[in-house]
Nanobody, 120 residues
Framework: VPLEESGGGSVQTGGSLRLSCQAS????????LGWFRQAPGKAREGVAV???????SYADSVKGRFTISKDNSGNILFLQMNSLTTEDTAQYYC???????????????WGQGTQVTVSS
């Protein structure tokens, strides 16, 4: 599986989770990697992206709370999520794209997603 997420689960408001995405197929190349999410009844939205040089961009709703990063090999993508709220409840997807690295871009390659549920 080119992109495979893990780390989702259930947490209470204010808690933390770290999502991981196995992305070895896209390591060592000029791919942008990103995290996206989709809540029930809502459109999918970009959460955070990281380019091949390590530059990052975040949605306003998660700035200061979420951190996107890669391991040293570039094989694994992470999303550290702190101070979670019920508004963060969604299916989270990692994605890769060769040509653009912006939150509102429709990425080329997608994982299957992992569910994050935040309860009050």
């Amino acid at each position: 599986v080119p992109l495979e997420e893990s780390g989702g689960g259930s947490v209470q408001t204010g808690g933390s989770l770290r999502l991981s995405c196995q992305a070895s197929k896209y390591a060592g190349s000029n791919y942008c990697l990103g995290w996206f999410r989709q809540a029930p009844g809502k459109a999918r939205e970009g959460v955070a992206v990281i380019d091949s040089a390590g530059g990052t961009s975040y949605a306003d709703s998660v700035k200061g709370r979420f951190t996107i990063s890669k391991d040293n090999s570039g094989n694994i993508l992470f999303l550290q999520m702190n101070s979670l709220t019920t508004e963060d409840t969604a299916q989270y997807y990692c994605a890769a794209d060769r040509y653009a690295c912006v939150l509102d871009h429709i990425f080329q390659h997608w994982g299957q997603g992992t569910q994050v549920t935040v309860s009050s």
